[in-house]
């Protein structure tokens, strides 16, 4: 997560398969990592979004049984501090799902809830801490991508009881309705993505069943504005589970696994598309 020109790396798995309460931050300037303080409790698949300069945790996944829950916390850096907020309505609760931030308002995307995969969509008002039901997403999905061009949230690929998922549909908060667009090439879930450039840039994933372990190092690139995707240079070091940045021209790719499940490592990645 980007906030004030630093990268957050918030919870998830360590290289036992623990889940962490830690939060590191990556300053690009200076090449240097810190802490921040810890998050309340260990989370694992955390939706997370920045806006009005602090950072938000909407929804996320605990423990070894992936039980969803709706809490949201609100990071404040001057105050480095988490206080808890308004957490998602009961039975709306769910992590790994897909987040954009569009404007001062935190949408989330699908995810997963009780084992399965919703299509549920709500958005994050911070400044009157309150919660939004949306109209449902056109495909239920978890371990998506979500992000923001011009105004318009595009949810891509993912995973569901159907398998890898190759759509890509975007949603207008002004006309508040979703549509179809170009799938992208490589059907995966667990990959991520950004905005880069006025592309959006999707990296790696999992269910590969052409790898042994399972995993994709495919860089696939959608133009919002012409509907079209390209095919870029690989990864460095495939993986999923990890989530990317895009700042100042360039993909910042922290952590993941490199065997479909668990297998996290401290790769650092940077793409200049």
């Given at each position: 997560?980007?906030?004030?020109?630093?990268?957050?790396?918030?919870?998830?798995?360590?290289?036992?398969?623990?889940?962490?309460?830690?939060?590191?931050?990556?300053?690009?300037?200076?090449?240097?990592?810190?802490?921040?303080?810890?998050?309340?409790?260990?989370?694992?698949?955390?939706?997370?979004?920045?806006?009005?300069?602090?950072?938000?945790?909407?929804?996320?996944?605990?423990?070894?049984?992936?039980?969803?829950?709706?809490?949201?916390?609100?990071?404040?850096?001057?105050?480095?501090?988490w206080t808890n907020r308004a957490?998602?309505?009961?039975?709306?609760?769910?992590?790994?799902?897909?987040?954009?931030?569009?404007?001062?308002?935190?949408?989330?995307?699908?995810?997963?809830?009780?084992?399965?995969?919703?299509?549920?969509?709500?958005?994050?008002?911070?400044?009157?801490?309150?919660?939004?039901?949306?109209?449902?997403?056109?495909?239920?999905?978890?371990?998506?991508?979500?992000?923001?061009?011009?105004?318009?949230?595009?949810?891509?690929?993912?995973?569901?009881?159907?398998?890898?998922?190759?759509?890509?549909?975007?949603?207008?908060?002004?006309?508040?309705?979703?549509?179809?667009?170009?799938?992208?090439?490589?059907?995966?879930?667990?990959?991520?993505?950004?905005?880069?450039?006025?592309?959006?840039?999707?990296?790696?994933?999992?269910?590969?069943?052409?790898?042994?372990?399972?995993?994709?190092?495919?860089?696939?690139?959608?133009?919002?504005?012409?509907?079209?995707?390209?095919?870029?240079?690989?990864?460095?070091?495939?993986?999923?589970?990890?989530?990317?940045?895009?700042?100042?021209?360039?993909?910042?790719?922290?952590?993941?696994?490199?065997?479909?499940?668990?297998?996290?490592?401290?790769?650092?990645?940077?793409?200049?598309?």
């Amino acid at each position: 997560m980007l906030l004030n020109g630093e990268i957050y790396v918030i919870g998830g798995f360590d290289e036992r398969s623990v889940i962490v309460t830690d939060v590191e931050v990556f300053n690009p300037q200076t090449s240097t990592w810190r802490r921040a303080p810890p998050l309340p409790q260990p989370l694992h698949h955390v939706n997370v979004g920045a806006a009005r300069g602090r950072i938000y945790v909407v929804g996320a996944l605990q423990g070894v049984g992936f039980v969803a829950t709706g809490v949201t916390l609100e990071y404040d850096p001057v105050a480095n501090s988490w206080t808890n907020r308004a957490a998602m309505p009961p039975g709306s609760e769910r992590g790994g799902s897909g987040v954009a931030v569009i404007g001062d308002r935190i949408y989330v995307a699908g995810g997963l809830r009780s084992g399965g995969s919703v299509d549920s969509f709500s958005v994050y008002d911070p400044a009157s801490n309150s919660w939004q039901t949306l109209q449902n997403m056109p495909t239920a999905r978890d371990h998506l991508v979500a992000a923001e061009f011009n105004g318009v949230l595009y949810a891509i690929a993912g995973r569901n009881a159907g398998g890898l998922r190759s759509e890509t549909e975007a949603y207008n908060p002004a006309t508040a309705t979703w549509s179809a667009r170009r799938p992208i090439p490589t059907a995966r879930g667990g990959c991520a993505g950004a905005t880069v450039s006025g592309r959006i840039i999707v990296v790696g994933g999992e269910g590969n069943r052409a790898n042994a372990a399972g995993i994709f190092d495919s860089t696939e690139s959608y133009d919002p504005a012409t509907d079209t995707w390209l095919t870029l240079t690989p990864m460095r070091t495939a993986r999923h589970g990890m989530q990317a940045v895009g700042l100042a021209g360039v993909l910042y790719v922290p952590g993941g696994a490199t065997r479909e499940g668990f297998g996290a490592v401290d790769v650092f990645d940077a793409f200049r598309p």
